[in-house]
């Protein structure tokens, strides 16, 4: 009875699901907002910049605040994302109007940007769409830089 009870417990403990970290679902929850804000009826660049970090010409903005829609390269690196997830979520959507996808990776790397939380991502879809979301954390928040599909 011992060895059955101690064979349990051991089997248990050598569960085959990881365990998930803070950093993940933190980006993860991040990722979540930053697509039901993209596909809101009413979405424009104003709706989706909050999620987003800087990109542009000034080496003192880029990849270290959060985008700022009064700066021209800025905003059209803001229209341009919003315009690809859109394009995204437009091909990603179910035939009720929902989305549905799953976290197939996440990886922390650091770069010569910062240290980037990757999710890569697969839209459940005919054509099982994969993306990888590229987040840099900026205090406590995670802002997206890049998507990849």
Same mark, same amino acid.
């Given at each position: ?21 803070? /950093?993940?679902?933190?980006? $993860? #929850? !991040?990722?979540? &907002?930053?697509?039901? +804000?993209?596909?809101?009826? =009413? ?42 997830? /859109?394009?995204?979520?437009? $091909? #990603? !959507?179910?035939? &009720?109007?929902?989305? +549905?996808?799953?976290?197939? =990776? ?44």
């Amino acid at each position: 009875m011992r060895v059955l009870i101690l064979s349990v417990a051991l089997l248990a403990g050598c569960s085959s699901t990881p365990t998930i970290s803070a /950093q993940q679902l933190a980006v $993860e #929850a !991040r990722l979540a &907002d930053l697509l039901a +804000a993209a596909s809101a009826p =009413e979405a424009n660049a104003a709706t989706v910049a909050p999620f987003l970090i800087a990109r542009g010409d000034d080496p003192s903005r880029e990849w270290k605040v959060p985008a700022d829609l009064s700066i021209e390269r800025e905003r059209a690196y803001v229209e341009r994302t919003l315009a690809t997830l /859109q394009g995204m979520l437009e $091909e #990603a !959507r179910q035939p &009720d109007g929902g989305l +549905a996808y799953e976290v197939i =990776e996440f990886v922390v790397e650091p770069e010569s940007e910062g240290v980037w939380h990757v999710l890569m991502v697969e839209f459940e879809t005919p054509d099982r769409l994969e993306a990888f979301f590229a987040f840099l954390p900026l205090g406590d928040t995670y802002y997206l830089g890049d998507i990849d599909r």
